[in-house]
C-alpha cells in the first residue's frame, strides 16, 4: 500500500465505533518522508472539525515547541495520532479503539520509516515505548528499538495546564534536536 492507498482506506475504516460520530478523519500531517515523527494521542474538537492533528491551542504550542528545534509540520516533521477519529467529549481513547486503530500507525511508520519518534503524552508512550511508562518519571528518557530512537515529552496539553513543567520540555526539546544532528541524514 502507498501513503495515498493506505489514507483511503483508512478513511473507509470501520474497525470501532468512533467513525460514527467523527466528523473528520485525522490521517496526519507533514512530509511523507520526514525523519522525524511525532506521536499524539488522538484528535480533539478542533482537530475533528479541521482533519489535521494539533490545530488547537495545544497545536499552537506544538509548532512552537517545534520551531525551538527547527522542525515543521510543512518541512521536516510528521504528526500523527493513536486513533485517527476523535473520541466523543474529549474522553481518552479506550483500549479497544486504540488496539483496532494502531495498524493504521505501523503503517505509516512502515512508509516514513523515521529514524526518531517522538511520544507526546502517556497514552502515546504506553503504546509505542513501554505499557508501564510514566511520563512525569520517563519523559526526556530514549529507547532503541529496532534501531530507531524513541523518546517522549509532556503532552502540549498538559503544558497548558501545567506550565511549569516548560523548563524540562525545553530541556527534551533541545535533546531531541542533538538526537536529530547525529542521527539524520538530512540538514535541519
Ligand atoms: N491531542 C492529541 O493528542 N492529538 C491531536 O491531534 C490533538 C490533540
Redesign the pocket.
Known amino acids: 500500500m502507498n501513503w495515498d492507498e493506505l489514507e483511503s482506506a483508512c478513511r473507509d475504516c470501520k474497525k470501532c465505533a468512533l467513525y460514527e460520530t467523527r466528523r473528520k478523519l485525522?490521517f496526519g500531517v507533514g512530509p511523507r518522508d520526514a525523519e522525524v515523527l511525532f506521536v499524539?494521542?488522538?484528535?480533539?474538537e478542533n482537530?475533528d472539525l479541521q482533519g489535521e492533528?494539533?490545530v488547537?491551542r495545544?497545536?499552537k504550542l506544538l509548532d512552537d515547541m517545534l520551531e525551538i528545534i527547527d522542525l515543521s509540520r510543512e518541512k521536516n516533521v510528521y504528526i500523527a495520532?493513536i486513533v485517527k477519529c476523535r473520541p466523543p467529549g474529549n474522553r481518552d481513547p479506550l483500549n479497544t479503539e486504540q488496539t483496532a486503530c494502531i495498524d493504521w500507525l505501523r503503517e505509516q511508520y512502515r512508509l516514513l520509516r523515521p529514524k526518531i519518534v517522538v511520544c507526546?503524552?502517556r497514552i502515546a508512550a504506553m503504546v509505542l515505548i513501554d505499557e508501564g511508562f510514566k511520563i512525569t518519571r520517563d519523559h526526556g528518557k530514549w529507547y532503541d528499538k529496532d534501531g530507531v530512537l524513541f523518546t517522549a515529552l509532556y503532552?502540549p496539553?498538559a503544558l497548558l495546564r501545567d506550565p511549569n513543567r516548560k523548563p524540562e520540555t525545553f530541556v527534551d526539546l533541545k535533546e531531541i534536536q542533538r538526537k536529530i544532528g547525529e542521527v539524520c541524514e538530512r540538514t535541519y
Open positions: 485525522v499524539g494521542e488522538g484528535p480533539g482537530e492533528p494539533f488547537g495545544g497545536g495520532n507526546l503524552g503532552h496539553a
